[in-house]
Each structure stands twice: as structure tokens, then as C-alpha cells.
């Protein structure tokens, strides 16, 4: 009680307040109330102006990795057929072997396509037959109509119809040779294309690879692929080169490059890093993902490397531009907006922005600033826009 009288004492004394100034060698007393006390308190108050740290913003190329998904797939890989139903007669290839590119895999037999062969040949040695005999029936025709022809000449010896049906005789004859040609020509295309059907029992490697599945044995009945549950005779894949499919998501396809080398790692081989390089984009987004599909060249001619292998691909993100970047602390994100203060002339500004990626301390943000802005290094809604503060300047870090 005894503190807050002498408090109370000297805000009384206070109105009495006394200030002597000299000039000129004379001395000015002048009296100030306490009311003109209160008002110089006041605007002192007003005039003191709030200090904000700042940071410039920067623009820089962004730069960051990302680790995402791939598999490991077969650069080349298939399941072989016969065109034609048969027996297996023979086989010498089997799960893991190594096949050369044109190797017999297997040989097959199929008892009616010998006797259709057969038939085949029969008919073109008739053909061929019919068309000696009509080219000979020609010929004595020709033989014949000459002859008329010659004696016709000759008043009263051979009468003119005679000639005249000898000369139709000959272009008939003529006629079934052309047809005896024509047959005979269907019946060699036909064996022929008996031949060909008959190399389809020799299966053959398509290309270079390894046979990794394998569904037949000596006697099995085979044919054609009658839809997908039914299996293939063997299925041959391509390792010594792999492709790595990665899903790119959608905000990161600026970043493909083809040729880029990118790394990744197999749980099969923990601590060992590869290399693939990008060769191949689709283009276009899957609709279900909303992510890209882009394949990498994969080198394996160990063969280490497996098709159907997981791989954690480090994948490199750039952007196609220069970007630009504020603290992370300096964004404000609200239930309406999100924006960071930008301090010009004096003034706060509330900036909407997008925020992009981070990238260390900083964040990518896309509107309306400049490289060389300020803003407030801690971003706050209570600093309202137009408020006047002063402005303290410290690096931003990256």
C-alpha cells in the first residue's frame, strides 16, 4: 500500500514538471502539464514500428532424388507354340537352359501330315501326267491341221468344213494344256505348302535366351494356343539386357530424360548398386495411378539379375526451369489460402502461393514473387497486410 501512494505521489508531482532550457546566455522555464505528458508517451508508442526478419527469395535449379518402385522384366520374352498339332518327339532343352538364336528346341511328329504329303505329291505326278498327255493330244492335233491345211490347196481334195474342224480341234487341244499347266501348278503349290507346314514341327529358339519354363515331355500332344489358360510348350526369355519399369508420378514427369543414368538397388544383393539407362517412355498416364511408365536399359550379362525382381530405383527429379525458393518457415497455410509476407516498402504483403517441393531447409513455391523479394522468415497470419514494420535482413540458407 505504502509502494502504490509513492507511486501515486510522484504521478501528481509529475504535472509540475519543470524544463529549463538556456539560449543566448538566458535561461527559458517553461511548465508541462500532465496531460501534455500523456499525449508524448503516446504517440512515442505509436511510432514504434514492429521488426521482421527477412529472407530474400532464390532462384535455383531444383534438384533432389526420390526413391520409387520398379520391376525388372525380360528385355525379350516368349511362350512358344507349335502351328500344328503333333507329338513331341524329341525335346533337349529343360528349365534354365541356354539357348543360341535358330537352335532346335524340339521336334515334333504328326502322322497326318506325312500321309497328306503324300497325297499332295500324287496329285502333282497326275497333274503333271494329264498335262504331258494333253500337250501330246496338241501336238497330233497341230500334226493333223497341218497337214488339211496343206492339202487344201488343192481343188476337190479336202473340203473347206474339214479344215475348219481340224482348226477348232487344235485350240481346244491347246485350251487343256493351258488347264493341265494351271492344275499342275496348284498341285506343286499345295505340296509345297505341306513342306512348310511340316518344318513347323522343328521348334526353334526365336533368339538368344534362357528357357525358363517348360510344360512338355517325349509323347506329350501339343498344338496350337487355343486361348490364354492353355500352356505353352516352353517359354524363352531374353536376360543378358533387362528392362526396369518404373511408375513416374505425375507431377515428376518433367524429369525424364532419355539417356539419363539412374541407380537402383535388389533386395537379392543388399549394399550393391546398378545402373540403367532411361530409353523408353509411354507417353501417357495411367488413368487408374495417375503415374507414367518409363523403362530403363539394364546391362546383365552375368546374368545375375532376374526378371520379376523388385528394384528401389533412386530416381533423379529436375525441373525444366529455375525455381523459386523461400524458407519452409516462411510459408502460412490457413482453412482459405496459403501464402507467404513479402515485405515492400515498408509494408507487409500477403503473397498467395502454390508450394512445390522441398529441398533442405528451403521450399519451391510458385505466384507472384521475384528473385530478390523479401519475406518473413516466420511466416504468421497476425502480421496484416499494410501493416508497416521494419525490415532485417538475414541469408537464406539452402
Known amino acids: ?23 543566448l546566455g538566458k535561461s527559458n522555464v517553461q511548465e508541462v502539464t500532465h496531460s501534455d505528458v500523456r499525449s508524448a508517451v503516446d504517440k512515442s508508442a505509436l511510432t514504434q514500428v514492429p521488426t521482421v526478419v527477412v529472407a530474400g527469395v532464390v532462384s535455383r535449379q531444383f534438384t533432389r532424388q526420390t526413391l520409387l518402385p520398379g520391376e525388372l522384366q525380360a528385355y525379350q520374352d516368349v511362350a512358344l507354340y507349335p502351328k500344328v498339332q503333333g507329338f513331341v518327339e524329341w525335346i533337349e532343352v529343360d528349365r534354365g537352359s541356354v539357348a543360341k538364336e535358330g537352335q532346335l528346341l524340339a521336334r515334333l511328329i504328326a502322322p497326318e501330315l506325312t500321309a497328306q504329303r503324300r497325297e499332295a505329291a500324287a496329285k502333282v505326278q497326275a497333274a503333271h501326267a494329264q498335262r504331258l498327255e494333253a500337250e501330246a493330244k496338241l ?3 497341230e500334226a493333223t491341221y497341218k497337214r488339211l491345211k496343206a492339202a487344201s490347196a488343192t481343188p476337190g481334195v479336202i473340203t473347206g468344213n474339214d479344215v475348219d474342224v481340224a482348226q477348232k480341234t487344235v485350240e ?18 499345295a505340296a509345297h505348302s505341306f513342306q512348310d507346314i511340316e518344318s513347323y514341327l522343328h521348334i526353334t529358339a526365336p533368339f ?5 519354363e517348360r510344360n512338355i515331355h517325349k509323347g506329350s500332344l501339343v498344338g496350337p494356343s487355343g486361348g490364354p489358360a492353355s500352356l505353352p510348350m516352353l517359354r524363352i526369355r531374353q ?11 505425375e507431377m515428376d514427369v518433367a524429369s525424364i530424360e532419355p539417356g539419363t543414368e539412374v541407380s537402383f538397388t535388389v533386395p537379392a544383393f543388399l549394399g550393391e548398386t546398378f545402373k540403367g539407362v532411361v530409353q523408353r517412355v509411354a507417353h501417357a498416364l495411367d488413368v487408374k495411378t495417375r503415374t507414367m511408365p518409363v523403362e530403363l536399359d539394364v546391362e546383365n550379362p552375368s546374368g545375375r539379375l532376374a526378371p520379376g525382381m523388385y528394384a528401389e530405383v533412386a530416381w533423379p527429379i529436375r525441373r525444366p526451369q529455375p525455381s523459386l525458393f523461400v524458407p519452409s518457415s516462411a510459408m502460412v497455410t490457413t482453412t482459405e489460402r496459403t501464402f507467404v509476407i513479402r515485405i515492400r516498402n515498408g509494408e507487409v504483403e500477403w503473397i498467395d502461393v502454390k508450394r512445390g517441393a522441398a529441398m533442405g531447409d528451403m521450399v519451391e513455391v510458385f505466384g507472384n514473387l521475384e528473385p530478390g523479394d523479401q519475406v518473413a522468415v516466420r511466416g504468421t497470419d497476425e502480421l496484416r497486410a499494410g501493416t508497416p514494420v521494419v525490415a532485417k535482413q538475414v541469408s537464406a540458407k539452402s
Open 1 to 23: 500500500m505504502a509502494l502504490r501512494k509513492l507511486i501515486l505521489g510522484a504521478s501528481i508531482i509529475s504535472t509540475a514538471v519543470v524544463i529549463i532550457s538556456w539560449s
Open 139 to 141: 501336238a497330233a492335233d
Open 172 to 189: 481346244a487341244a491347246r485350251a487343256r494344256v493351258h488347264a493341265g499347266q494351271e492344275n499342275e501348278a496348284a498341285a506343286l503349290q
Open 208 to 212: 538368344d535366351g534362357i528357357i525358363t
Open 239 to 249: 536376360i543378358s539386357l533387362l528392362r526396369l519399369v518404373v511408375a513416374l508420378p
